[in-house]
């Protein structure tokens, strides 16, 4: 797409930010994507406008393509060009360090700043620190973040149940338990 316009016509933020968009959903040629970002970061570009861009290549470089250089070259560039991370931004990076590239430390990081940018969890980002707990069956992790989401007003959906009943159930929980949460999620 960018290499059918013209060189001397100059592409606008939004332009970029649907061009990586599109590629990345589209798994288009890593090489091409790369240099369009690198085209697009040379310029100045409003740090909230190319957000989306950063979280379309946070998604594909770390959880489509699992590429660990990629996915923290563009955590330094948004790092350096002081951009504010997004609920969307902190599940690429929890995803990306909690499943694909296991990192304690890192997770952590990223759970207190999204605290400290008072931005609190919603139900996608205990769904993944869930999964992280069962993979690595840390089943006291899973129970203190049930406390927690049952403590806090996020609304549940089809895979919080599903984490509860696969948590009961390695805990060989009664059927009347199960059957209890099977009622709760009509």
Known sequence: LRRS?????????QAYVDIIVLYTMNNIDVGRVTDIYKEMNELDM??????????ALLKYYG????????FE????????RNIIYDIET????????GLINYDN?????????METDGITKDINIYNLLMEICERKQDWDGIDQLLKNLEASDVERNNVYYTCLI???????ASSETIRAILKEMK
């Open 5 to 13: 316009i013209p060189e001397n016509v100059r592409l606008n933020t």
């Open 46 to 55: 409003d740090s909230a406008a190319v957000l989306p861009a950063f979280n």
């Open 63 to 70: 959880g489509v393509l699992k590429d660990k250089k990629l």
């Open 73 to 80: 070259m563009i955590i330094t560039d948004m790092s350096e």
């Open 90 to 97: 902190y599940a690429n990076v929890i995803h990306y360090y």
């Open 105 to 113: 430390t890192e997770i952590t990081k990223y759970l207190q700043q």
């Open 166 to 172: 696969n948590r009961y159930s390695t805990i060989s």
